[in-house]
Each structure stands twice: as structure tokens, then as C-alpha cells.
């Protein structure tokens, strides 16, 4: 149910209506009319880009790491925003701003160029990270914003590579430090509660292969390592982004009256399934993720 709740509260597929969603939360946290523009305009690029209607780059073909996968994390990451806030934790204007381009961004690295000599973009994925920083340095310099926020944005996205430590990071600011704590958290609270997170685990699958990544023989590998993910991830939540995820009921009390952090409860039903497949239906498991009907496309 709390995976459905999160759905029901905004539909992630639906980027015009995700779109209104990010553009509330965005006067839910005071941002002015100016930054507001300009976090949209950047918005419909990376729409753009993502559908292959972006000048030098051909459209996304990974199936996880798609524009979907982009909303969830923009949106969990702009609540977890508006959580911090309500909590009295100040979070400025520009911050805001930099949370939004950040997680835009954060995963243009699966991207190819229109001449890259390489069949799909999860080839990509052990350097996607660099790769992102890498458009948005381009794209935010060739809209001129100044090198100081283009750095702070750069130090954000780093929070989404699972190899880097942010304690040993030289933040720029200590509010560059709350910021990669939000979008770190956002990252993993957006896709792992997403109703559909189990069916597109055989996508990650895919990409995974094309990419070249060890120890992922079979789909099945796969939702057997997620167990051991989410043990990791949990750990992840607590150490490495100072349990900055538990702030998350505040937005949903305060916003919705609903008392529950909607994201953890999404998570664990999604991993409470998970053990139900594993430990009832090894070898079939495509025919207990029927979500949406994605397992057809495989």
C-alpha cells in the first residue's frame, strides 16, 4: 500500500504532472520566480536530452537509469529538501536550486554522444558519475552560471557514487555537505520505494551486463543481491548521510497529514516482497512482478 500511496500522491511517469509536483515543492521552500525559471527551463533540457531531442546526443536507452528513475530521485530529494526545512534545519534559496539541477543531472552520464562508438549507454556505468559532472559543467557554463555554484553542484552529485566517502570530501560549504546528505539519501529513497523498483531490477540487470559489472550472473543473482543491498544501504542511511532520511514524516505529516515516512515503508514492503519471491518462487519470478506490465518489455 505505502508504495501505491507514494504513486497516488504524484505519478513519476507522468512528467507534466511531476513536473507541477517539483514546481510545488519548490514554492513549498520559498524559492523566487527567477530561480524558479531557471530550475524549469533546466527542467525541459534534461527532458529533452533524455528523449534524444537534445543536440549531440542520441536518446536514453537504459531502461532503470531512465527519466522515471530522474523524477523519483528529483522529488524525493526536493521533499527530503522541504523536510530539512520544516525541521528548522535553513536551507537557502540557492541550495534548493542546486538540489534540483544536481539530481537532474546526476545520471546524464548514461548518455551517449550521437557519434560514441558504443551500443547502449550502460556501457557507461562505472564512470557514469564523471560522466554527469562532466555535461553539467558543459551545460551550466554554456548557460552562464558562474564556476562556484557549477563546483558546488559537481561536489552534490558525487554523493550518488556508492565508492566515494563524503566525510573525506573538502566541501565548499557545510551547506554543500546538508546538500549532498539530501541528494544522497533522495537517490536511494526514490528508486528503492518505487512501486515498480522490483520489476526494473531486471533492467539494472541488463544494464549491468552491458556494462560490464562482475558478480551479476542471472536475474535471480540479482534480487538476491538486493537483499544484501538494502542491508548496506540501511547502514549507508545512518553513517555515511547522518541519518538526514529520517526527517522525511516531516514532510508528509506536515503536507499531507499523513504520519509515516511513506519512503521507508515503500522500501521495506518492496524487500518484504522480495524474500516472499526468493524463498517461494525461485525460477519464476517474472511472473510475480507484473507491475505495470514492464517484464513484457524484456
Do not use: W
Amino acid at each position: 500500500m505505502a508504495t501505491d500511496q507514494l504513486s497516488m500522491l504524484v505519478d513519476t511517469g507522468n512528467y507534466d504532472k511531476a513536473k507541477e509536483a517539483v514546481i510545488q515543492l519548490f514554492n513549498f521552500a520559498g524559492i523566487n520566480y527567477t530561480l524558479t525559471n531557471k530550475a524549469v527551463k533546466i527542467f525541459d533540457d534534461v527532458r529533452n536530452l533524455y528523449e534524444g531531442n537534445y543536440e549531440g546526443y542520441r536518446a536514453c536507452d537504459t531502461e532503470y537509469h531512465n527519466f522515471r528513475h530522474i523524477m523519483d530521485v528529483l522529488i524525493a530529494s526536493l521533499r527530503l529538501t522541504d523536510a530539512v526545512m520544516l525541521s528548522d534545519g535553513f536551507i537557502s534559496s540557492e541550495g534548493v536550486f542546486i538540489i534540483a539541477v544536481a539530481a537532474l543531472m546526476h545520471d546524464t552520464g548514461f548518455i551517449p554522444e550521437t557519434d560514441d562508438p558504443v551500443e547502449n549507454g550502460a556501457f557507461y556505468t562505472a564512470i557514469h558519475v564523471e560522466r554527469s559532472i562532466e555535461f553539467m559543467r558543459k551545460y551550466m557554463a554554456g548557460n552562464g552560471y558562474e564556476s562556484d555554484i557549477i563546483d558546488k553542484i559537481a561536489q552534490v552529485i558525487l554523493s550518488t557514487e556508492l565508492k566515494v566517502k563524503l566525510d573525506e570530501v573538502d566541501f565548499i560549504t557545510s551547506e554543500t555537505d546538508k546538500l549532498a546528505k539530501i541528494l544522497g539519501a533522495g537517490d536511494l529513497l526514490g528508486q528503492m520505494a518505487d512501486r515498480v523498483y522490483l520489476e526494473k531490477l531486471l533492467f539494472l540487470y541488463r544494464e549491468f551486463k552491458a556494462g560490464g559489472v562482475p558478480g551479476f550472473d542471472s536475474e535471480e543473482e540479482m534480487l538476491e543481491k538486493t537483499i544484501d543491498f538494502y542491508t548496506q544501504m540501511e547502514t549507508r542511511f545512518k553513517k555515511d548521510l547522518g541519518g538526514i532520511d529520517q526527517l522525511m514524516i516531516i514532510h508528509f505529516k506536515e503536507r499531507y497529514g499523513i504520519n509515516a515516512n511513506l519512503y521507508h515503508n515503500g522500501m521495506q514492503n518492496n524487500i518484504k516482497y522480495l524474500n516472499f519471491i526468493l524463498e517461494n518462487h525461485r525460477g519464476d519470478h517474472r511472473n510475480y512482478l507484473r507491475r505495470d506490465g514492464l517484464v513484457s518489455k524484456l
